[in-house]
């Protein structure tokens, strides 16, 4: 499938491979007590809903729980500026445009309303590659993006992603052609899954995948089996924490005005390197009507 190598906003990044060389040397603290197998990797994802103050909420709330990736969905333009003005010389920070107009917020001058983005933040330093994924099914202009960061961790290579898919139903502007929300949403989930498979562990490769966003899709859905590994009754590589054992279903995380609460918001991990079963997640309600979601694993080297 065809990806854009355009990244909206890359922060003292190269193109290429893993590049970033500060977790070479990672101290005993970082790593599992049994000899040195595993190290923690913790991740907070959050749809922000376009409010630069749970932004800056989430970046606070990041700093102090040490986190070493941030996904962030429904970023407004100025905040992706405010991000690379004040943490663009300490982190790896990689944006990509949505496909579509806000409907509120992210106000123009002209009234109108601007495209939000997705956001991937890695916080161990600049010099990070970032990629941005503005097509995932087809049409290529369907709704729905992912950008991803790649950089070391324990000398493992790592491709961390946000992603925030389509919701529901959509009219091509162009061709006024009708979409099915689920039938692109499980192109997106498939795309997500081949990436995976083809770049980071398929074959000899053994990378690390983290897949944290707003998937707009429920877990016992079709588009979200292609990502819930074969244990857990779905047919991808992938496993998250926000459940109950074998059951999907864990805590609500999107509380929109004109439905009921639902979960479809994850951080997901390849099983590669991810154990079926990990920490406890902390789903934390803001002022955005989706919920932040903090999630570690304890990643085999």
Aim: charged share 20%; aromatic share 6%; net charge negative.
């Amino acid at each position: 499938m065809h990806t854009s190598s355009m990244t909206v906003l890359m922060v003292a990044s190269v193109f290429g491979g893993c590049v970033v060389g500060e977790e070479d040397d990672i101290g005993d603290h970082d790593l599992a007590l049994a000899g040195k197998t595993t190290a923690m990797i913790k991740i907070v994802q959050h749809n922000i809903e376009k409010k630069p103050d749970v932004l800056q909420r989430v970046i606070a709330h990041a700093q102090n729980s040490g986190a070493h990736g941030i996904a962030l969905q429904e970023v407004c333009p100025a905040e992706v500026a405010w991000l690379q003005a004040n943490y663009g010389s300490q982190w790896s920070i990689g944006a990509v445009r949505g496909k579509k107009r806000a409907i509120s917020g992210c106000d123009l001058p002209d009234g109108t309303h601007d495209y939000p983005h997705a956001v991937v933040i890695w916080t161990g330093g600049t010099g990070a590659s970032t990629f941005a994924h503005e097509a995932m099914a087809r049409p290529a202009t369907a709704p729905g993006a992912m950008v991803c960061v790649n950089f070391d961790r324990a000398r493992v290579p790592v491709h961390f992603c946000s992603a925030h898919l389509i919701a529901g139903d959509w009219r091509d502007p162009a061709t006024n052609i009708d979409y099915d929300g689920k039938t692109l949403r499980l192109q997106q989930t498939t795309y997500i899954k081949q990436l995976a498979r083809d770049q980071w562990f398929g074959g000899a490769k053994n990378h690390f995948g983290i897949i944290a966003g707003d998937l707009n899709g429920q877990p016992s859905s079709e588009p979200l089996d292609k990502l819930y590994d074969g244990a857990l009754g779905g047919t991808g590589d992938f496993t998250e924490y926000n459940r109950n054992g074998g059951n999907r279903d864990g805590q609500v995380t999107a509380h929109p005005d004109d439905s009921a609460a639902k979960k479809i918001d994850y951080v997901f991990y390849s099983t590669n390197r991810a154990p079926l079963d990990g920490p406890a997640v902390n789903v934390t309600a803001t002022a955005s009507d989706h919920d932040m979601v903090t999630s570690s694993v304890q990643m085999h080297k």
